[in-house]
């Protein structure tokens, strides 16, 4: 094996082994020490839901988990994952067009 592949790969895995023993932190409590680059995990108790990498990491989280759907990407991702709706970069199935065609259904009495 490449010397520096291997050298790589020992830092990637020691890279994960210290995301996998961070404490989970809602967004209200990221603590103001992150302000760089690095990765993300969201996690749904012990199931790992999507890692993402940032230049800055604070904003991007904040960024997935704003209240408005267009901009909370994860959160759009994982309705497209539970309606089964492939990704797409076309513009008839953006959000965009989702949120639209949405909007223009009369409303549905909620489930209780």
């Known amino acids: ?9 020992r ?14 932190l809602s967004p209200t409590d990221l603590p103001i020490s992150i ?4 990765v993300y995990l969201f996690s749904d108790g012990l199931t790992h839901c999507y890692v993402g990498r940032a230049k800055n990491v604070r904003t991007r989280i904040m960024q997935h988990t704003r ?16 309606l089964k709706l492939p990704a797409t ?8 067009q989702l949120l639209a065609d949405a909007s223009k259904q009369p409303n549905q009495p909620s489930a209780r």
């Open 1 to 9: 094996m490449d010397k520096r592949f291997e050298a790589r790969m």
């Open 11 to 24: 830092a990637v895995i020691a890279a994960f082994d210290r995301l996998m023993d961070c404490s989970p």
């Open 89 to 96: 970069y076309a513009a008839a199935r953006s959000r965009k």
């Open 67 to 82: 209240l408005r759907i267009l901009d909370a990407p994860f959160a759009f991702r994982r309705a497209r994952e539970v």
């Open 35 to 38: 302000d760089g680059g690095g």
